[in-house]
C-alpha cells in the first residue's frame, strides 16, 4: 500500500475594501452674523461640537474668509452645509483631497 501526495489548490479571495470619498464642509465669512450666532449654529448643527471647536472655526473663517467645519461622506456632507445655510450662514462643500 503506497501512501500517495494530494495537492489542494486553495483559491485567494481578498476582499478590498475602498474607503467612501470624504467633503470638506465649509464656512464662508459674512457681515451679517454676529460671532456668537455662528458659534451656536455650529454647535447646534455638528453633533459633539464643543464650544471651543466653534469658537476656533468661527475665528479661522473670520480671520481667512473661510473655514474648515467637518470633514465626512457626501451624505453627512451635505446635511450639514444645508443645515447652515438654513441658519442663514453660507456654506460649500468639497471633496477633501
Known amino acids: ?32 452674523n454676529s460671532m456668537e450666532y455662528v458659534v451656536q449654529v455650529l454647535m447646534q448643527t455638528v453633533g459633539g461640537m464643543t464650544q471651543p471647536q466653534a469658537v476656533n472655526i468661527m475665528m479661522e473663517t473670520h480671520n ?10 457626501l451624505e453627512h456632507a451635505e446635511f450639514y452645509s444645508e443645515t447652515l445655510l438654513n441658519h ?7 471633496p477633501d483631497e
Open 1 to 32: 500500500m503506497s501512501l500517495g501526495t494530494s495537492v489542494i489548490k486553495k483559491s485567494s479571495t481578498s476582499t478590498v475594501r475602498k474607503h467612501a470619498p470624504r467633503y470638506k464642509v465649509l464656512l464662508h465669512n459674512d457681515d451679517f
Open 88 to 94: 442663514g450662514l453660507t456654506s460649500t462643500i468639497e
Open 64 to 73: 481667512s474668509g473661510v473655514g474648515l467645519v467637518i470633514t465626512c461622506a
